[in-house]
């Protein structure tokens, strides 16, 4: 059973950067893509970014951080990254690391393993 969690959480004022990691353990073998995803109380969860996790090192962003959130780390080191700048109040929310065998996705019930969540509270 692949394991997930993640880490770097916390609290910091707008502008400010954050990273978090996702260490992998367990059959990364069952891997082909990662990714992270986020959720406030009373919404969606909701795609942040992906990578695939072998040699080709495909990623996607949404949207809302493309430019501002860096996605890293692959099977060499079996952990993940997602460095976050220019970090906004709207960026409060649990972030959670996933992970699914299978092509690159940003629907979240394809991924099939699931972190425990960190927080990350941007204040104005």
Not at 20 to 27: I, R
Not at 47 to 76: E, H, L, Q
Request: glycine share 10%.
């Amino acid at each position: 059973q692949v394991q997930l969690v993640e880490s770097g959480g916390g609290s910091v004022q707008a502008g400010r950067s954050l990273r978090l990691s996702c260490a992998v353990s367990g059959p990364t073998y069952a891997i082909d893509t990662m990714g992270w995803f986020r959720q406030v109380p009373g919404k969606e969860r909701e795609f942040v970014a992906a990578v695939s996790w072998w040699k080709d090192r495909i990623t996607y962003y949404a949207d809302s951080v493309k430019g501002r959130f860096a996605i890293s780390g692959g099977n060499a080191q079996n952990t993940m990254y997602l460095q976050m700048n220019s970090l906004k109040p709207e960026d409060t929310a649990v972030f959670y690391c996933a992970a699914r065998r299978g092509a690159l996705t940003v629907r979240d019930n394809e991924y099939h393993y699931w972190g425990q969540g960190t927080q990350v509270t941007v204040s104005s």
